[in-house]
């Protein structure tokens, strides 16, 4: 739908979204107030442009606190724009391998609508193992893909369980919900960007990294994601 719009529409609705994707990520951080969106946004014109997205009803602000809250369409919408801009990291870290720091202007040109539809973000998702987090470790809020499997793109990441031995891959990222692994894990070395081979699968899982060879059970091997190389 978006050919209708006119350019205007567009960038109003761009500086709408980019309102929205900071209020999230205030409120990820706890500090969602007038404040710090004033403070920390690049609008030129952000406190009547605030005043407008409380009035079209996507948040609503606590005028003696100074808080700012969602309201159900104004935190779909940031959940999509979040989305959108952390798939399009991972997309530019794993496939293009852009470096850290030039990552951030890209993504924030990937993640308005008119560039990236959700179909198109949706294939990317499931292309890149349904990733968890962005590449710098933010939450990236789940889609339908990442719901029901899709068959339809071949993943570029998958889990270690489905290397075959003898291949060589780096470490994407772990979805692993549960810290005490994550921490197991890492003091093994096994954290994104290593490079593994698979030795083993049976009884269990058997990785070499480094110099060191590692004994995994599968449940945990199925958490590690990884690119093959
Ligand atoms: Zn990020
Ligand atoms: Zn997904």
């Given at each position: 739908m978006d050919y209708w719009k006119s350019k205007e529409q567009r960038l109003e609705e761009d500086r709408v979204d980019e309102v929205l994707e900071l209020i999230w990520m205030l409120i990820e951080d706890g500090e969602a107030t007038v404040e710090n969106i004033a403070r920390k946004?690049?609008?030129?014109?952000v406190s009547p442009l605030l005043k407008d997205i409380e009035s079209f009803g996507l948040i609503s602000i606590d005028?003696?606190?100074?808080k700012v809250a969602f309201k159900e369409t104004g935190k779909g919408r940031a959940e999509q724009i979040i989305r959108r801009h952390r798939i399009a990291e991972r997309l530019l870290s794993e496939v293009f391998e852009v470096e850290e720091r030039q990552i951030e202007d890209h993504a924030c040109e990937l993640e308005h609508t008119h560039v990236l539809g959700q179909v198109v973000v949706d294939s990317i998702c499931t292309f890149l193992g349904?990733?968890?987090?962005?590449?710098?470790?933010k939450v990236i809020p789940r889609g339908e893909c990442c719901k029901k499997f899709s068959l339809d793109v071949k993943p570029l990441v998958g889990s270690l369980t489905d290397l075959r031995i003898g291949e060589e891959a780096k470490i994407v990222f772990i979805s692993s919900k549960y810290h005490a692994r994550l921490d197991r894990l890492s003091s093994l070395g096994?954290?994104?960007?290593s490079v593994i081979r698979l030795?083993?699968?049976?009884p269990t899982y058997v990785i070499r990294i480094g110099e060191t060879e590692l004994a995994l059970d599968k449940d945990l091997a199925k958490e590690i994601f990884v690119k093959k190389i």
């Open positions: 946004s690049e609008d030129p014109q005028h003696h606190s100074g349904h990733p968890p987090t962005c590449p710098h470790g096994i954290i994104p960007g030795h083993q699968k049976q």
